[in-house]
Every structure is written in C-alpha cells, then in structure tokens.
C-alpha cells in the first residue's frame, strides 16, 4: 500500500520548536520530491517546503528561515524541524509528494498557544 503517515504534532507555546516525522510505504519515495503541506480548518491545503530528490529545498514565505525540511531515503522518512512557531502555524500538517503519489495519511495536529 502506497501511503505516508505522519507524526510528531502537538501543543507549543509560541517561539516553540516541533520536529514532524512523516514515514513512506511503497512507492519510489528516494526519487520523488517531497512535501510537507499544512491546512487550517475550513482553508485549503497549501504546500509550504519541498525537497528534490538531490536535496535541494524551497520554502513558501510564511515559513522561509524558521523551517527546516529534510529527508533520510534509508527510511523514507522526510521530516519538518519547526522552530520560531507562531500562532499562525497553528494547523493540521501533511506530506506527500508534490504530485500526491501517496494516499494521504491522517496528517499531525500542531497548535501554537499560550
């Protein structure tokens, strides 16, 4: 089965740090890029940081310099180091890859609150 799972959410107070988990089934997951997303209760799901399959990274503005992505292809495992957390951050935060070649797991709660 083709799916992701994600892990690692919780509740931080602001200026906080989160690391995300997110562990790949099946798939060519050391060939495709991957994605860390996020969605906000009643928004859409938007994509902020990718990983190519070389390592390279992009970051959407929101999270550009507190935000870390990163991939280890001998467990295919992609991770979110979150640090500065701001109530903002507060939502539901997937991965996939950037064209959702993975069924998309139950996603991990991250609150931002004091």
């Known amino acids: 089965q083709v799916q992701v799972v994600e892990s690692g959410g919780g509740l931080v107070q602001p200026g906080g740090s989160l690391r995300l988990s997110c562990v790949a089934s099946?798939?060519?997951?050391?060939?495709?890029?991957m994605a860390w997303y996020r969605q906000v209760s009643g928004k859409q799901r938007e994509l902020i940081a990718r990983i190519f399959s070389t390592g390279r990274t992009f970051y959407e503005d929101s999270v550009l310099g507190r935000f870390t992505i990163s991939r280890d292809n001998t467990k295919n495992t992609v991770y979110l180091q979150m640090s500065s957390l701001k109530p903002e951050d507060t939502a539901v935060y997937y991965c996939n890859s950037v064209v959702s070649d993975y069924t998309w797991g139950p996603g991990t709660q991250v609150t931002v609150s004091s």
């Open positions: 099946g798939g060519s997951f050391n060939l495709y890029t």
